[in-house]
């Protein structure tokens, strides 16, 4: 089976990309990451990449449309097909997402549609949610917002804080975004 050639973009531990980069070894598997772009180029997900000799690109983000611009480039010469947003910190334009024009893909640590933006964790503990997750949904011009393509949930306990939810979810995150891709994949 031909696979298809994934970017990931990162801002930080690359953890997801791990995971991601860990099912691509798998003998069947339906995608081969081809490509790690960071808009911070002190993220430890650059090491990673570059100790497993994963091509691997900092693009500044000092301004959007240089890093939007250099991105397309390099997703352009390496034939990428599925963008996969993991732990990437940036909000891209809609110009971009149209200039792309292949699916993208990203990561959010809440049940979407609940909980768009920043501090999920500290969002869902405050107002007492017995559950929280992690979503894979497709990434469109408003934020958070694009098709759902995969949840898991996990329970909030009475001794859990911001700390223990987030371990616990990145947990999650790193089991379902492979299969989300997967699933995705085979949807095309
Ligand atoms: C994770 O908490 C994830 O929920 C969010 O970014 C954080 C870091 O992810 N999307 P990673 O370890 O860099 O993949």
Do not use: W
């Not at 339906?30 to 430890?44: Q, R, T, Y």
């Not at 900092?58 to 993991?86: D, G, P, T």
């Not at 999920?120 to 990434?139: C, P, Q, R």
């Amino acid at each position: 089976m031909v696979k298809k050639k994934i970017a990931v973009f990162i801002s930080g531990n690359g953890s997801n990309l791990k995971s991601l980069v860990k099912y691509s070894k798998k003998k069947k598997c339906s995608f081969k990451i081809e490509l790690v772009i960071s808009n911070n180029p002190d993220a430890i997900g650059l090491i990673y990449a570059k100790k497993i000799k994963l091509r691997n690109f900092f693009v500044e983000f000092r301004n959007k449309q240089i890093f939007e611009n250099n991105s397309l480039k390099l997703l352009k010469r390496f034939n990428i097909e599925i963008i996969c947003l993991a732990g990437f910190m940036k909000i891209l334009s809609g110009n971009f997402i149209k200039k792309f024009s292949n699916p993208i893909l990203n990561i959010h640590p809440s049940l979407l549609p609940k909980y768009k933006g920043l501090n999920t964790h500290l969002k869902a503990i405050k107002n007492n949610e017995k559950f929280s997750g992690a979503t894979i949904h497709k990434v469109n011009k408003k934020l958070d917002s694009g098709k759902i393509i995969l949840q898991k949930k996990v329970k909030i306990l009475k001794r859990d804080n911001v700390r223990s939810l987030q371990k616990k979810i990145l947990k999650i995150e790193h089991e379902i975004y492979p299969k989300a891709l997967v699933k995705f994949i085979s949807s095309l």
